[in-house]
């Protein structure tokens, strides 16, 4: 992440739940020689195990070479924070902006300290502003509020008193992605992130819901500051779709036989992405 602050690129985390899906995130960064973050939301990381991620990650890392981190995303609660630090996650997201300030400051805190504690090397990243949506397609505009963005000047004042080391912030970005008429019509304050990235200093900031966000307004994002870009529903798409594809054309009862032309269209997807943040040929 420092690296990738100084180089002016981003490192994509991309989240997954089934080996799959690792498959294809890892074999396209290693292709390319990008670091990679492995993302699981709660449900995922349920889902595949906690330990069985890490297990499945270190394997991928010894095999490739690559800086491969698997992160908790959006912890919502200091206990699910800790399940993930305690089955050996290097990076943690406790996301509190659900609560009102002081309690996420309180917790994120909390966290803070009992991962340090852990492991001194572990990224804990924090949440002020609100990222609305979830990672899927939606057929209805969410309009934001002043209050769900990022204040600047609040962030800066929840990273010096929390420690954490990156902050995911709120400044146009909705999880998932639009499809039909609303689709392009995520708009991100450029301006406020700029004001967010001066008042933080070399907190690593991080853009939620990369899915959907023009390549343009992503670049630009990158260029002002932005060194984590969030990927989920875009793959989610790319997978069910070639699966639903690759089960309706065929017979095939050999489950390892319908994968490939499923991974190979999450890695179209990956490449993109990459290539996209700049993160290629960089280890
Ligand atoms: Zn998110």
Request: hydrophobic share 40%; with cysteine.
């Amino acid at each position: 992440m420092k690296d990738a602050q100084a180089g002016g690129y981003a490192v994509g985390q991309f989240n997954v739940s089934n080996l799959e899906q690792i498959r294809a995130v890892c074999e396209v960064a290693k292709a390319l020689g990008s670091p990679l973050i492995l993302g699981t939301s709660e449900g995922e990381r349920k889902f595949i195990g906690l330990k069985q991620i890490v297990a499945i990650a270190n394997v991928w890392q010894e095999e490739t070479g690559l800086p491969i981190i698997v992160n908790a995303d959006h912890s919502r609660s200091f206990e699910t924070a800790k399940d993930a630090c305690d089955a050996g996650y290097m990076g943690i997201h406790f996301d509190g902006s659900e609560f009102p300030y002081a309690e996420n400051l309180k917790i994120a805190k909390q966290v803070v300290e009992y991962v340090k504690s852990k492991n001194p090397d572990a990224i804990v990243e924090g949440e002020l502003g609100r990222v609305l949506g979830g990672s899927e397609m939606h057929t209805e505009a969410i309009a934001l509020k002043e209050s769900d963005f990022t204040d600047p000047e609040l962030a800066a004042q929840f990273v010096r008193e929390s420690g954490i080391d990156s902050l995911a912030i709120s400044f146009g970005n909705v999880h998932g992605v639009f499809g039909g008429r609303l689709e392009g019509s995520e708009r991100l304050d450029i301006e406020r992130l700029k004001n967010i990235r001066a008042k933080t200093g070399e907190t690593f900031l991080v853009l939620h819901g990369g899915s959907g966000i023009p390549a343009p307004d992503v670049s630009e994002a990158i260029k002002n500051g932005i060194v984590k870009v969030n990927i989920n529903t875009e793959l989610r798409i790319a997978y069910i779709e070639y699966l639903r594809i690759a089960l309706h054309r065929t017979g095939e009862t050999t489950p390892y036989k319908i994968w490939p032309t499923v991974i190979d269209a999450v890695k179209k997807v990956v490449e993109e992405k990459i290539k996209l943040f700049g993160s290629g040929n960089k280890i």
